[in-house]
Each structure stands twice: as structure tokens, then as C-alpha cells.
């Protein structure tokens, strides 16, 4: 379930001060609401809302004129970053998460991530300066993030680091939602579009690549991406 708070006065103090509003996504409550604590208190940011058991946002996000989401994955999903930077209304999207693979963190920049940190890599307070600095158009990476951007636009001629692996965007898309454990409807209610399409595109995902099942289809997929990673 989806809860957003009151709507409540967008600005405080207006003379001086903007409030950035914030959407927490975070399949852990336990740290969407130390998420909620460690922003609560910050006089420049109001969190409007939460989608701690990962269900759809688009509505809310619409609804509340969402600034900055705030994504919370270990791993990051690239098919669900990828979903709210094209249902978000415009709202820039903060990762914040312990995964260290470099494909990994490229894949979610790649998706629509504007700044992300990791885990044991930052202090308390530079989560509010990421969410604000995400709100005004700049992009806050952890050193660790940076070093592996600038290390691959040093080292690849593609701008694409997701592995294709012969699908089109969309089907690696719905793919990597599919690996993250989503069922066709739950994908259709994600990507806002109709499950008859779902269905369309997996049964092509199965063709591409060579699997009769989706238990087959998702260990093909991690298969080949292993085996893509160890070629980076």
C-alpha cells in the first residue's frame, strides 16, 4: 500500500526557504522509516509519501508533485528506476544502496539515477545533501561511483552499459523486472501498460533467449550477465 502524508504548504518560510518534496521507495519499512527520521527533521525537505512494499507510484507521484525519489535497493532494480524516471511527473531520482559492482551501479545511472550512495561510504547528513542537491539539478555520487564513471567512459566506446544480450530496451526492461521476482500483471501495473503486452514480450524474451519457462528465463538472464560482467 501506498501511504502519502497530508499535503501541506509547499513552502516554508517562502521568503527564504523551498521545500523539497520527497517520495521514499524502500522494500524495507524498517529503513523507510529511519529513512523518514533522518529526513523529518530537515527545514528544506518534506517527505509526502512512501512505497515501502514496492507497489505502484506513478498516481502519488503525480498527485504530490513529487521533487526527489528516493530509491533505497540492494541491488537497484534498473526496470523499476527506469519506470519511475518515465512515470515520475519529472521528479529526479536519489539511490541509496550497498551494492559495489560496478555494472551494477552503471546499470542504474544508465536507468535514470541522478546521484547515488553507498552504503558505509557516507555520514548521516549527506542523504539530505543528496536529496537536495538531486532537487537542484545536480547529481551527488559517492567517490566509489565516481571513480567507476569516469573509469568506464575512460574505457568503453558504448553509452549503453547494460548488457543487450539481443533483447530491445523494453523487453530488458521487463526482463529485469521479471528477475526481480514481478509477476505480468505487477509488470503491466508498473509500466502502466496493458498485461496482453506483458505477455507479448515475455513470450519474445523466451524466443531471444532460448528458455521455456520463466524459472529458465530468469537463470538464462543472470547467466548471461555474469558472463557479460566478467568481459567489462
Known sequence: MIKVTRPEVR???????RMVRVFIVDENPVMELGLRSLLGDHPEIEVVGDASNGGPVAGALLTHGVDVILVSASPPNPGK?????????????????????QSVLLRALAAGAHSCILHGHFEPQEVATMVLATAYGQSFLSSTVATFLVTW???????????????????IEIMELISGGLSN????????????????????????????????????????????????
Do not use: C, F
Open 11 to 17: 513552502w516554508r518560510r517562502s521568503w527564504l526557504i
Open 81 to 101: 528506476i527506469r519506470a519511475l524516471a518515465r512515470h515520475g511527473g519529472g521528479a529526479r531520482i536519489a539511490l541509496l544502496t550497498s551494492a559495489d559492482e
Open 153 to 171: 567512459l575512460h574505457g568503453n566506446a558504448s553509452m549503453d552499459p547494460r548488457p543487450r544480450l539481443g533483447l530491445t530496451p523494453r523487453e
Open 185 to 232: 500483471r505487477a509488470i503491466a501495473d508498473r509500466l502502466i501498460i496493458s498485461e496482453k503486452t506483458v505477455k507479448n514480450h515475455v513470450h519474445s524474451i523466451y524466443k531471444r533467449l532460448g528458455s521455456d519457462s520463466r524459472d529458465n528465463a530468469i537463470q538464462r538472464w543472470n547467466d548471461l550477465q555474469s558472463a557479460a560482467r566478467t568481459h567489462e
